[in-house]
């Protein structure tokens, strides 16, 4: 799951504005990141830069002095802890600088890399202590973004969330922040707008489909009805 949060939520669909204001996020969020690792590490390379990510090697038998090492070419079965421990940083870092992403989506990507548990542990709860790694900020976002742009409410939202390993007492406060009356709007375009696309067929089939769309969307049957029957209502006749 190292892709994360497809890339950037609601990438697809975004509107010019938000992907305007998500740019100048990002922009910040690179910046607090790099203000972030300075407290976060503990010493050695970290590779945040782009580089090959060296490490200073154990010494060779016989007594000779240290060298260099590309962690990308030491066997995981052959890593130190210091190593480990820079491969997680710099693996979760670069993947935080592309987007947001939970906890659980950065302890997927390690487990690929192959770092032991206790050292994704270590290294997470360092990112959580600098602000790094917040679940209760990312369902937020996850939550406003999926909403506001694709539209989605109630159970497909609490899906997102599962979907993304946030626990269900930071997903409902989240969902929190999506009130009826935003749903109500939302799925009241949504009807819009697919009423408009089906104004050729006739008037079972265009439920039917408005229907399917919002269920589909997550909404409430009570909601759903509420919204279809005032985009109807708006119709030009």
Not at 14 to 39: F, V
Not at 87 to 95: D, E, G, I, P
Not at 147 to 159: D, I, K, M, V
């Amino acid at each position: 799951m190292e892709g994360g949060l497809d890339a950037n939520p609601g990438a697809d669909d975004a509107a010019p504005g938000a992907a305007a204001a998500s740019a100048g996020d990002r922009l910040a969020t690179i910046a607090a990141l790099r203000a972030a690792l300075e407290a976060a590490q503990t010493g050695g390379q970290d590779g945040s830069d782009g580089g090959q990510l060296t490490v200073e090697a154990p010494p060779r038998r016989g007594g000779a002095g240290h060298g260099k090492r590309r962690l990308s070419k030491v066997p995981p079965e052959e890593r130190t802890d210091l190593e480990h421990e820079q491969v997680a940083r710099s693996t979760a870092l670069r993947l935080l600088t592309n987007s947001p992403k939970s906890r659980h989506q950065l302890e997927q990507a390690l487990a690929k890399k192959e770092v032991p548990s206790s050292v994704v542990a270590h290294v997470l709860d360092r990112f959580e202590a600098v602000g790094l790694v917040d679940d209760a900020a990312f369902a937020e976002m996850l939550v406003r973004t999926r909403h506001t742009e694709r539209g989605l409410a109630g159970p497909a939202l609490a899906q997102e969330l599962r979907r993304y390993g946030v626990d269900k007492d930071t997903a409902a406060q989240a969902m929190e922040h999506v009130s009826e009356a935003d749903e109500l709007e939302a799925a009241t375009a949504l009807a819009a707008k697919k009423l408009q696309a089906t104004r050729g067929l006739d008037r079972t089939t265009r439920l039917r489909r408005v229907y399917s769309l919002l269920a589909r969307k997550g909404y409430r049957t009570a909601t759903a009805r509420h919204a279809i029957d005032t985009a109807l209502a708006a119709e030009p006749r």
